[in-house]
């Protein structure tokens, strides 16, 4: 029986050059210059002669363009990489434009990863690259690119602070968006404008951006990474809520998709996660959690500091949840999330300690209880009329005497909440019969 032959698959020569590159890469020596490599890559990329291959032609060079970033990345060469872009522009000519906002993106995402570059530098040289590829866009009349960069740029202005500008964009382009019904941008967007009304503490528009995002997520497929981060935005505005217990649930979400993803993100989010639990009462099941199988890859001085906190808590010792946090202050106080809800469990701490100190007096010297609990004296009677003004403690503070008068907690008087109950009836009563009488005179 005769068997056909097919014949072998025909390689394009700008493939095999591409091969030589990457042996050059593989071959070089940490030291080494990159020169010859990053050379290889630019010629595979400016090439533009025609033939039928073009599909093989195009793979390779977007393959190109992205060994070459890469090495830029490596190597620290922040400039060559953010000028990458605007050499491209002939060869995104050719390209659908689906597959050219992809190129942009990963290319703009790729400067956050230059070693030489601190966060700050890394995030402005972003910002300029959207800012630059958004111009192009317009002229080129590329919208669909042009939304997507425009909304990785109010991404990149919330991560700078830069809460109002980027409030502004997400406004306009949500105007935009909602015409086409770009499901998949619409998620993004909504996601960043949680972000955004969550850092001007607008705490209900928060909400309702992320139950937006929420919604729509549920009518298509997001990525894994978008839908944790929808979770992770849930567990942060339920903490807000001192909803503990729903945002460790949120949290567990979150961290079981990120630990796969992304290192840095994951770590985050399993220490929201540990708060969480040491905020909702259970400091004890802390140490748990980190040994478990997920956690291990973590262990490190950020689970250290999370141990600490949790130990502090579990014993009610104000002195070492405050040695804690001062010892561990770049892992604990540096995250404004884990400041502010460290914040909450430090005050809770002190109520509690207080009203443990005070209970067995009448009349207490100020300056003794700040002895006992061992704070600054002014401290504790600022705290202590902040208690007084929250109906949390009963009493007065003498201040000509220095001390706290403390009074027993007052009764609710039965007679009292019956008799407005049986003079709210006979208002009712007495409305009654005014309605009839009008009637009858009617």
Same mark, same amino acid.
């Given at each position: ?26 071959t ?18 400016s090439?533009?002669g ?13 393959? @190109? %363009?992205?060994?070459?970033? =890469?090495?830029?990345?490596? /190597?620290? &060469?922040?400039?060559?990489? #953010?000028? *990458? ?37 890394a ?7 959207c800012?630059? @590829? %958004?111009?192009?866009?317009? =002229?080129?009349?590329?919208? /669909?690119? &042009?939304?997507?960069?425009? #909304?990785r *740029? ?27 019904d770009?499901?998949?941008l619409?998620?993004?967007i ?11 503490r607008n ?23 978008t ?18 217990k729903?945002a ?10 990120l630990a ?29 959690i980190?040994n ?5 890859k ?19 010792s ?11 202050a770049?892992?604990?106080?540096e995250?404004?999330l ?10 809770q701490?002190?109520?509690s ?8 007096f009448?009349?207490?010297e ?53 008799g ?21 005179h009617?």
């Open positions: 029986m005769d068997v056909e032959m097919s014949e072998p698959e025909q390689v394009h020569p700008l493939q095999t050059q591409f091969e030589d590159a990457e042996d050059i890469v593989s070089m020596l940490s030291n080494a210059s990159p020169d010859a490599a990053i050379q290889s890559f630019q010629t595979i990329i090439y533009d025609e033939d039928a291959m073009l599909e093989q032609v195009q793979r390779v060079k977007e393959h @190109s %363009i992205y060994k070459l970033a =890469q090495l830029y990345i490596q /190597f620290g &060469r922040e400039k060559e990489l #953010a000028t *990458l872009l605007q050499s491209l522009r002939p060869f995104f000519a050719t390209l659908a434009r689906a597959k050219t906002g992809k190129i942009v993106r990963t290319v703009i995402d790729m400067v956050a990863k230059v070693k030489v570059l601190d966060a700050e530098k995030l402005q040289l972003q910002a300029e690259l800012l630059d @590829s %958004i111009e192009w866009c317009k =002229q080129e009349k590329h919208a /669909f690119l &042009r939304q997507r960069v425009e #909304a *740029l109010a991404s990149i202005y919330f991560q700078q602070d830069k809460f109002q500008p980027a409030l502004d964009l997400i406004t306009e382009l949500l105007r935009e968006i909602k015409k086409l770009d499901k998949q619409l998620v993004e909504h996601l960043v404008e949680s972000k955004l009304h969550h850092a001007l705490v209900p528009k928060a909400k309702a951006a992320l139950t937006a995002a929420r919604s729509i997520s549920n009518t298509i497929y997001v990525v894994p990474r839908q944790a981060q929808i979770d992770q935005m849930s567990g942060i505005l339920h903490a807000e809520e001192s909803d503990y729903t460790y649930s949120y949290f567990f979400e979150a961290f079981e998709a796969t993803l992304d290192e840095a993100e994951g770590l985050k989010c399993l220490k929201y996660m540990l708060l969480a639990k040491i905020a909702s009462g259970g400091a004890s099941e802390v140490a748990l980190i478990s199988k997920q956690a291990m973590y262990i490190g001085i950020d689970l250290e500091a999370m141990q600490a906190v949790a130990r502090a808590h579990e014993q009610r104000l002195e070492q949840f405050e040695a804690a946090t001062k010892k561990y770049p892992q604990l106080v995250d404004g884990i400041k502010k809800h460290l914040g909450k469990l430090y005050e701490l002190l109520e300690n207080l009203i443990k100190i005070i209970q067995p009448s009349c207490v100020i300056a003794h209880v700040a002895k006992l609990i061992k704070l600054p004296l002014l401290q504790i009677e600022l705290k202590l009329s902040q208690m007084i003004l929250d109906h949390k403690l009963h009493g007065i503070l003498d201040q000509g005497k220095g001390q706290l008068i403390v009074y027993d907690s007052p009764t609710e008087d039965k007679t009292y909440t019956s407005l109950g049986v003079i709210e009836n006979v208002g009712n009563i007495v409305d009654n019969l005014f309605q009839h009488a009008d009637k009858l009617v």
